[in-house]
Each structure stands twice: as structure tokens, then as C-alpha cells.
């Protein structure tokens, strides 16, 4: 499958970006997709991650109550809301297909988009 992730922006505190994943190639709704994000010196974190099929939805800490990711298979289409950004959100966000449910790690996902850019001034 190939991802390509856009929607990236520069954003004041406290605004609001939707982030999409477009999937092409296999089928879509065989794999359970994440966002993860990196800043600049630091390492790869995970964001939040849905299942396949029942749709479940799992996030880092730092996004609960924030962020929001949905999909949407018709669309081989995933997304992430977020909301009441803050600077420490400023990072390359990227999203990933794999096959494990819920997981945070990123070993766990075999496919990568490119990375679209956050960036939110104080």
C-alpha cells in the first residue's frame, strides 16, 4: 500500500488542523492505521492508531481530548483532527499501515507516507 499524507500547515495556539492519509494499492480496510509524529532532534511518537473493522481508537497521551482520528474505507482515507494546538505539537507527521491492533509502536507498521509538516506558533 502507499500513503500519502497531507493537510500539514503553520497554525497559531490553540487553532485547529485536519490532517488525511490517502492509501492506494492493496485494500485499504485490511490494515489498522496510525499517526505518528517527529520533531526535529527527537524521536518518532506515536499519535494515535484505529483498527480495521470495529474501529477502535487508540491515542498517546498527549492528543487525548485533542485529537481525533477517524477513516473512512469507501475513501481509502484516514484522518486526523486536531484541535486546541499547541507549539509542542510542532513536528513532521506521518501515518503508517499495519497489522497489529491498537499498537503504538513503530515497528508494528510496514508502510510509511512521506510526512506532512505541523507547525504551531506560540
Known amino acids: 500500500v502507499q500513503l500519502q499524507a497531507s493537510g500539514g500547515g503553520l497554525v497559531q495556539a490553540g487553532g485547529s488542523l485536519k490532517l488525511s492519509c490517502a492509501a492506494s494499492?492493496?485494500?485499504?480496510?485490511?490494515?489498522?492505521m496510525g499517526w505518528f509524529r517527529q520533531a526535529p532532534g527527537k524521536a518518532r511518537e506515536f499519535v494515535a492508531a484505529?483498527?480495521?473493522?470495529?474501529?477502535?481508537?487508540y491515542y498517546a497521551d498527549s492528543g487525548k481530548d485533542r485529537f481525533t482520528i477517524s477513516r473512512d474505507d469507501a475513501k481509502n482515507t484516514m484522518y486526523l483532527q486536531m484541535n486546541s494546538l499547541k507549539p509542542e505539537d510542532t513536528a513532521l507527521y506521518y501515518c503508517?499501515?499495519?497489522?497489529?491492533?491498537?499498537?503504538?509502536?513503530?515497528?508494528?507498521?510496514?508502510?510509511w507516507g512521506q510526512g506532512t509538516q505541523v507547525t504551531v506558533s506560540s
Open positions: 503508517a499501515a499495519g497489522y497489529a491492533p491498537g499498537s503504538s509502536r513503530p515497528d508494528d507498521y510496514g508502510y
Open positions: 484505529i483498527n480495521r473493522i470495529g474501529y477502535s481508537t
Open positions: 494499492g492493496r485494500t485499504f480496510n485490511w490494515y489498522v
